[in-house]
């Protein structure tokens, strides 16, 4: 089994940048591709950026491209999402997401085997 556990959520406020992380651990592999999604309340999850593992490209939501940053660390089996530029819409528990294959497209939540349990991102304005 594989176990994904995110950290570095927080309250900040509108203008402030966090880095979220996303470690895995457990049974060792090598995932197609990693995501972060965020859910706000009474809103569906959404997808926010992905990642591609062995040949890496990246991929991000309208809403956050300029301002979040995914990467990854091989050694470490972590990725990142650097969140700049952060504004109170950004509101959400935020999940990172492993998919073993690539059965769907990159933002569709039901192509992901393996989620953590979310971290909560509060900006305040």
């Known amino acids: 089994q594989v176990q994904l556990v995110e950290s570095g959520g927080g309250l900040v406020q509108a203008g402030d940048s966090l880095r979220l992380s996303c470690a895995a651990s457990?049974?060792?592999?090598?995932?197609?591709?990693v995501a972060w999604f965020r859910q706000a309340p009474g809103r569906e999850r959404e997808f926010v950026a992905a990642i591609t593992w062995t040949v890496v490209n990246t991929y991000y939501a309208d809403s956050v491209e300029g301002r979040f940053t995914i990467s990854r660390d091989n050694v470490k089996n972590t990725v990142y999402l650097q969140m700049n530029s952060l504004k109170p819409e950004d509101t959400a528990v935020y999940y990172c997401a492993a998919g073993v294959f690539a059965r769907t497209y990159y933002y569709e939540p039901r192509g992901y085997d393996y989620w953590g349990q979310g971290t909560q991102v509060t900006v305040s304005s």
């Open positions: 457990g049974r060792t592999f090598t995932p197609h591709r």
